[in-house]
């Protein structure tokens, strides 16, 4: 099993980067991002509750999230591996991943940390606002999501490291010479 998580700010790539990744290794992805847009769209209970956090750039509260990722992973369970896109975003979400991942006998693989410059991230962020329609890429919530960012889920990196999975990848260039570093990591580990 190739468990990968995809980390990095807003705006990082990680939803491009996860595409080609699941490409490659032919794994499940899981973005709680998507399941949360989906859930919006038929307006479910959960999707009613996600949409007051998610228009104000705040991240939807962990048990919501946790318990949702437990649907969504028993439902793969025949899988080459799965990679996690959009989280854990928090320091109770990722311990949480390891004990749901730790009762079916797996872990984590590895943690790719896509760097990204700040200014690149709202310019990124700014342009996909242009066509993708999201409620939350425009300015005001994109610097509220970089600060949640930097104070909820920037602190994951140093678990990761503590695991002995964290590799940084320089998240600036094109996308193929972004995967081409992506590609490196995975294939030394796997
Ligand atoms: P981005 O990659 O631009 O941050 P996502 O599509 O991953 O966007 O997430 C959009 C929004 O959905 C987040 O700003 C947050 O409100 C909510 N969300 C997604 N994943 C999580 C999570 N793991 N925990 C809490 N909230 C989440």
């Known amino acids: 099993m190739l468990n990968i998580v995809i980390f990095g700010a807003p705006g990082s790539g990680k939803g491009t980067q996860s595409e080609l990744?699941?490409?490659?290794?032919?794994?499940?992805?899981?973005?709680?991002?998507?399941?949360?847009?989906?859930?919006?769209?038929?307006?479910?209970?959960?999707?009613?509750v996600?949409?007051?956090?998610?228009?104000?750039?705040?991240?939807?509260?962990?048990e919501l999230i946790v318990n949702m990722l437990a649907k969504v992973l028993d439902s793969k369970e025949n899988s080459k591996g799965v990679i996690f896109d959009g989280f854990p975003r928090t320091i109770p979400q990722a311990k949480a991943l390891k004990v749901m991942l730790n009762e079916r006998?797996?872990?984590?693989t590895i943690m790719l940390d896509l760097q990204v410059?700040?200014?690149e991230l709202i310019?990124?962020?700014?342009?996909?606002?242009?066509?993708?329609?999201?409620?939350?890429?425009?300015?005001?919530?994109?610097?509220?999501?970089?600060?949640?960012?930097?104070?909820?889920t920037a602190p994951l990196v140093d678990f990761y490291i503590a695991e002995g999975k964290h590799v940084a990848i320089q998240g600036m260039g094109s996308v193929e010479e972004i995967f081409g570093r992506i590609k490196n990591a995975v294939d030394a580990v796997k």
Do not use: F
């Open 21 to 48: 990744i699941i490409k490659e290794y032919q794994l499940d992805h899981i973005s709680t991002g998507d399941v949360l847009r989906a859930e919006m769209k038929n307006e479910t209970e959960l999707g009613k």
């Open 50 to 62: 996600a949409k007051e956090y998610i228009e104000k750039g705040q991240l939807v509260p962990d």
């Open 105 to 108: 006998g797996q872990d984590v």
């Open 117 to 119: 410059d700040e200014a």
């Open 123 to 152: 310019n990124r962020l700014l342009e996909r606002g242009k066509i993708s329609g999201r409620s939350d890429d425009n300015l005001e919530t994109i610097k509220s999501r970089l600060e949640v960012y930097h104070n909820q």
